[in-house]
């Protein structure tokens, strides 16, 4: 027994020796890390003692104080020579591990953000991974993070919650949102305390999903877990089960770009649109098409949405501008996933090479086709999307809201003005605080009242009978201001309540389909793989795809002063939000030196002073909106999860 835990030790060594130069080389420190150079002076003061617990050995990756981390690797593996005190100990920990008994006696560490750190029993540790014990067991102290806006913070108090009924570590998400996005897709509640099966199985499915992943990553910040939720989108978690370890390979392998597009911080926003060069003769004979079949995919008909219909009305100016250089067909009802998926299904067997689906809740759908037609181009009508198989699209109305919003101001005789929003989803905010801005550049006085269309209530009655007459609405397309002018935009109500029109931003979806389709002719849109980048086109008034229209029955003066904002945003000279703002808190968001990212902008979860009202919690949102609000609501991450199963359940029967 002696002469095998020597043998064990020497190939120990080896590997250990091999690791301290591969880390020393990559410039890595090729020691543990030291609990106590990491952690903040007052954390005495914040300490749990968990008692025993199985903890996974993957995630030891540290010791508690510094002593005598050189006599280990990383992932420690010994390094002092077989003749030293040190190899004696671990040989006769390797003889216990190898007889009847085992090691006993269980290691002391401390647990922080998920991971451990070694107090007592580093020797135990490194003989037990050695022989790839995947858990190991250990007294634990937990070391609480203070609280803050740190997404790895928020995500951590997320798992503490998600410990309380799972007991498991096997998973540590960075993301908010992310353990929520899990119970989800395992049908389980976050108060649902798991069995031991249950445990179990999930650990033996985690763990055979990691032997797959773990043969195809070279990237080392990609986490398993965050792989595994985007695998869990599109696939159902019983799958882990039937599915063959070729099988599970194949699948996550057609995701994988998607898989690295998701673990990077951000998304690439495309706020300009940009036409390709014409590609020289080769190129065209190779890869450029002369011909493009088309699809879109609605949720609805033209006739039971206003939104379909402004999509429709993009389809038909493309058939007018492109003609016989394109094939178009449009598919409608697709409302649930089920549906969904047949329709783009439906859609790419009648040879469309193009796909676009104008709502955000096809998203999972379109991805699903996305990976299993690499070569079809698929776009969906959201924003803030981190996939690299589709692209996803929108427009930047903030910016012609911003001039409403100027035009409003100016006509408030009582500087009282209502704001009627949709939805409380990425870029809104955005837009309704544009608007106040606007209506704050020519009125200092004003202020907006806010109200949804997706809670109970009548806004524009309610605005009406308390004495506010100019009323900011949702944004039509062309076609429809055209037919309809005083149901959308900027209105003033006169005394009867009926709208004397002011002016709207208007959506102009034809533009868009235009540009990129015109890009794709043109070679702009190569569609190749292995660049795991994830592109969203967050287009505005430089690009056509979002216009102002002006109504006749404004005031000259103020006319006039529109024209001028709209040439300053058509030229990029005009920025809403490069000045001093305050948010409804006191706080301030701009001391007027700096431009918003689009990030920031697409992510904007506070509204500015002059601003009376407030987003609505997820609670108050109407069931036939709920769906939206989970997949782009600016909290969609904080939704919990029953309340988002509730949600979906009750749209199922009212749908």
């Not at 020796?17 to 030291?34: D, M, Y």
């Not at 006696?105 to 135990?124: A, S, T």
């Not at 949102?177 to 108060?191: F, V």
Request: charged share 25%; glycine share 6%; with cysteine.
């Amino acid at each position: 027994m002696l002469q095998m835990a020597a043998e064990e030790y020497s190939l120990a060594l080896k590997k250990g020796q091999r690791e301290f130069k591969e880390l020393t080389a990559a410039g890595r420190n090729p020691h543990p890390t030291v609990l106590d150079e990491i952690l903040p002076p007052s954390f005495t003061d914040s300490i749990q003692e968990l008692g025993l617990l199985e903890i996974p050995a993957e995630r030891i990756v540290g010791v508690k104080s510094a002593g005598r981390i050189t006599a280990f690797t990383a992932s420690f593996r010994p390094l002092l020579e077989p003749k030293t005190e040190f190899a004696g100990k671990w040989m006769n920990l390797c003889k216990a591990h190898l007889g009847e008994a085992g090691i006993q006696d269980p290691i002391l560490c401390y647990e922080y953000l998920g991971d451990f750190y070694v107090q007592e029993g580093n020797k135990r540790v490194s003989v037990l991974r050695h022989f790839g014990a995947p858990r190991i067991p250990s007294i634990v102290r937990r070391v609480l993070p203070a609280r803050s806006d740190d997404p790895r913070i928020k995500a951590y108090y997320e798992f503490l919650d998600f410990f309380r009924v799972s007991r498991l570590y096997t998973v540590q998400f960075r993301r908010p949102g992310d353990y929520a996005r899990l119970l989800k897709h395992l049908g389980k509640k976050p108060e649902d305390v798991w069995s031991e099966d249950e445990r179990r199985n999930f650990n033996a499915y985690y763990h055979y999903f990691q032997d797959a992943f773990q043969a195809l990553n070279k990237h080392e910040e990609v986490l398993c877990e965050e792989a595994l939720l985007l695998w869990l989108d599109l696939y159902p978690y019983q799958d882990l089960g039937r599915l063959t370890a070729a099988e599970l390979k194949t699948t996550l392998a057609a995701l994988w770009e998607d898989v690295l597009s998701t673990s990077q911080a951000s998304v690439q926003v495309e706020t300009k649109a940009q036409e390709a060069a014409r590609a020289n003769i080769l190129e065209r004979i190779i890869s450029v098409p002369d011909h493009l079949n088309i699809a879109f995919v609605h949720q609805m008909t033209a006739g039971e949405s206003i939104w379909v219909a402004s999509h429709e009305d993009g389809r038909r100016h493309i058939e007018e501008v492109f003609g016989s250089k394109i094939t178009v067909r449009s598919y409608f009802n697709a409302s649930t996933p089920e549906q969904a998926e047949l329709a783009i299904e439906t859609a790419v067997m009648e040879g469309a090479q193009v796909v676009f689906t104008t709502a955000p809740p096809l998203r999972r759908a379109t991805l699903k086709a996305a990976v299993a037609y690499p070569k079809i181009r698929f776009l969906n009508c959201s924003v803030s999307q981190p996939y690299s198989s589709i692209r996803s699209y929108y427009g930047r109305i903030y910016e012609a809201k911003f001039i409403t919003g100027a035009i409003a101001g100016a006509m408030a005789q009582n500087n009282r003005i209502g704001y009627i929003a949709s939805y409380p989803i990425f870029g809104a905010p955005a837009s309704i605080n544009a608007f106040a801005l606007g209506a704050q550049m020519t009125n200092p006085r004003a202020e907006v009242e806010l109200r949804w269309t997706c809670v109970k209530g009548t806004p524009q009655e309610d605005f009406f009978a308390d004495g506010i007459r100019v009323i900011s609405n949702r944004e039509p397309t062309q076609n429809q201001m055209q037919q309809d002018f005083c149901n959308y935009g900027t209105y003033l109500m006169d005394d009867m309540g009926e709208p004397i029109s002011l002016g709207s931003p208007v959506w102009v979806w034809g533009k868009f389909y235009e540009l990129v389709i015109r890009n794709i002719m043109n070679g702009g849109w190569k569609h190749d793989k292995g660049e795991s980048k994830a592109v969203n086109y967050w287009l505005g008034m430089d690009s056509g795809v979002i216009d102002l229209d002006l109504s006749r029955k404004l005031p000259a003066g103020v006319r006039q002063m529109a024209k001028i904002l709209r040439y300053g945003m058509l030229s990029g000279n005009l920025d809403p939000f490069r000045r001093r703002i305050v948010a409804q808190d006191g706080t301030v968001k701009n001391d007027g030196t700096t431009t918003f990212t689009p990030e920031q902008l697409l992510h904007m979860d506070w509204l500015v002073e002059n601003i009376i009202g407030s987003i609505p919690p997820f609670e108050e949102i109407e069931l036939r909106s709920q769906p939206l609000i989970r997949e782009l609501g600016i909290y969609k991450d904080r939704i919990p999860t029953e309340k988002e199963t509730r949600a979906r359940e009750n749209f199922d029967r009212i749908r």
